[in-house]
């Protein structure tokens, strides 16, 4: 499959993945039967991984209704497509790719160009992570819960966002990035890197309602 | 700091700055994720930086944490599905009830 240059090919699963795509009771079957073009079997797979690739399109574009289109079309080109699907790597891996390729071209279409993430997409100086040479403060470690952590990712620079869940959260490796954003493997380590830091800042910050309760209380 | 100046500083032994250590954390992030780095300087340098070390810590814990992320939290409305069937009616090989055939 080729999504606007970007090659979607099988690669091999990576030491790993396996545990982050376990094999699902039905699915293989599900696969063939559809590749038949079965509707029921259709109706399966989507059951089956419909939250991961919405959730995966929610977090690249940060938007419902985008997010929505964006799953609709991924499942429609599931459909035109799986019967090149041959099971080298799991299914999820594939579908999450040709999901990813979607949402790229998608940003692309739109105007967000992901060419030269360093120079396009970088955030203005209020956005930048800053750097740490100043005092220790408090540690992160064991204070950060899931919502937290999605809420900090949700509000990240677009460039940012795009990296950190590509890289930290799908586990793509930086050289598979830097195919898909058409940058260098360099870039996509900086912004990896840059992502994190600004995480960090974001939730070393106290949270809005609870700073808000508190100034309430002290009324 | 570019890979010369890294070269030319291992060779000197100098102690490193924060500064100089913190621009080297995205490729010693890549490079090794489940490993300390085999720089001495590096070592030395996140042994005795208590804000460096933090620093390392936290990203590491952020990196840690991103992968529970993974698990899919949020579902698409049924509106989707809807969409996605009108369009695959539309479709030649789509068999609707594969039995009837």
């Not at chain 1, 079957?29 to 509707?39: F, H, L, S, T």
């Not at chain 1, 919405?54 to 574009?61: A, D, K, S, V």
């Not at chain 1, 795009?162 to 930086?174: A, S």
Request: include cysteine; charged fraction near 25%.
């Amino acid at each position: 499959m080729e999504v606007q240059g970007l090659q979607m090919t099988e690669s091999k699963t990576a030491p790993g993945l396996f545990k982050r795509n376990p094999p699902i009771a039905g699915e293989a079957e599900a696969i063939e039967r559809a590749k038949a073009g079965d509707a029921e079997a259709f109706s399966k797979l989507y059951a089956l991984h419909k939250r991961r690739v919405y959730t995966l399109c929610l977090r690249m574009l940060g938007n419902v209704s985008e997010a929505e289109d964006m799953t609709q079309e991924a499942f429609l080109h599931l459909f035109r497509k799986i019967g090149s699907f041959r099971g080298e790597s799991a299914f999820s891996t594939w579908l999450h790719r040709l999901t990813v390729n979607l949402v790229l071209m998608h940003l692309r279409k739109k105007g967000l160009q992901l060419v030269s993430l360093e120079e396009t997409i970088n955030p203005s100086e209020e956005d930048s992570p800053k750097r740490d040479f100043g005092s220790r403060d408090t540690q992160l470690a064991g204070s950060v819960d899931r919502v937290a952590l999605e809420r900090a990712v949700a509000s990240l620079p677009p460039g940012y966002r795009m990296v950190f869940v590509l890289h930290d959260v799908e586990g793509f490796e930086h050289n598979e990035i830097a195919v898909m954003l058409e940058c260098s493997t360099g870039n996509s380590k900086s912004q990896l890197h840059k992502a994190r830091l600004k995480l960090r800042e974001l939730l070393r910050q106290p949270e809005p309602t609870q700073e808000a309760d508190l100034k309430e209380a002290a009324l | 700091m570019t890979s010369q100046n890294s070269s030319n500083r291992s060779k000197s032994s100098a102690p490193l700055s924060c500064a100089d250590f913190q621009q080297q954390l995205p490729d010693l992030f890549a490079a090794s994720s489940e490993s300390l780095p085999d720089d001495p300087a590096l070592l030395e340098h996140l042994k005795t930086c208590e804000n460096c070390s933090a620093l390392v810590r936290d990203l590491q814990y952020i990196a840690d944490q991103a992968r529970q992320l993974l698990e899919p939290t949020h579902e698409p409305s049924d509106n989707v599905w809807e969409k996605i069937q009108k369009s695959l009616a539309t479709e030649p090989t789509y068999v609707a009830n594969p039995n009837k055939q």
